[in-house]
C-alpha cells in the first residue's frame, strides 16, 4: 500500500511553472443576448495537478441599449476538470456620433467552468458580473449572468521549475 502511494505521488510535480492559454468563448447573458470574447490565463505555479494564476477576460454582451464591454482580472485556480476564478473589472458602453460618449461601472467577477482535460472537448461554465445598479441604468439586472462554452487550448509554457514529489 506504501508503494502505491509513493508511486502516485512520484508523478506530482510542485513549484513555479509559467505557461499561457488563450481561449474564445462564446455564451449567452440572461436579461441581455449573446456574449463572445477571449480570456488569457497565466499559470505561475503549479501545486500537484493545481494551476494558480491570473486571467484576464474582455467580452461583448449585447444588450438593447447597445453592446457592453467588460473586461475582468481574477485570481485562477486550474486543475484538468475545474476552472474558478474571482476577480474585479470593469464594464463599460460607448455611444453617440462617432461613439465618443462613454460610461462605465467597476464591479466583481466569478466564473466557474467544468470540462474534461481534452483540447477537442468542450468546456461548459457560468460567470457573473456583479455591479452597482444604481450607477449603471444600461442593465435591468443586478448582474450579468452568463452560461458560455469554450474549447481549451494547447498551453504555451514559458518556464518549468517544478520539481518532482517525493
Not at 493545481?50 to 482580472?73: A, E, K
Amino acid at each position: 500500500m506504501l508503494t502505491i502511494h509513493n508511486s502516485l505521488f512520484s508523478q506530482e510535480k510542485n513549484g513555479p511553472h509559467t505557461f499561457v492559454s488563450p481561449r474564445i468563448n462564446l455564451g449567452y447573458t440572461f436579461g441581455a443576448g449573446m456574449t463572445y470574447g477571449f480570456d488569457i490565463f497565466v499559470s505561475g505555479y503549479s501545486l500537484d495537478d493545481l494551476n494558480i494564476g491570473l486571467c484576464y477576460s474582455y467580452y461583448f454582451t449585447n444588450t438593447n441599449t447597445g453592446v457592453h464591454r467588460i473586461q475582468t482580472i481574477s485570481f485562477t485556480v486550474d486543475n484538468p476538470m475545474i476552472h474558478a476564478r474571482l476577480g474585479a473589472g470593469m464594464v463599460k458602453r460607448v455611444w453617440g456620433l462617432h461613439n465618443v460618449n462613454k460610461a462605465k461601472v467597476s464591479g466583481v467577477s466569478v466564473d466557474v467552468s467544468v470540462g474534461f482535460d481534452e483540447y477537442h472537448a468542450p468546456w461548459f461554465g457560468v460567470k457573473g458580473f456583479i455591479h452597482n445598479r444604481r450607477k449603471w441604468p444600461f442593465f435591468d439586472l443586478p448582474s450579468y449572468i452568463s452560461a458560455y462554452t469554450y474549447f481549451k487550448t494547447p498551453e504555451i509554457e514559458l518556464y518549468d521549475q517544478r520539481d518532482e514529489g517525493l
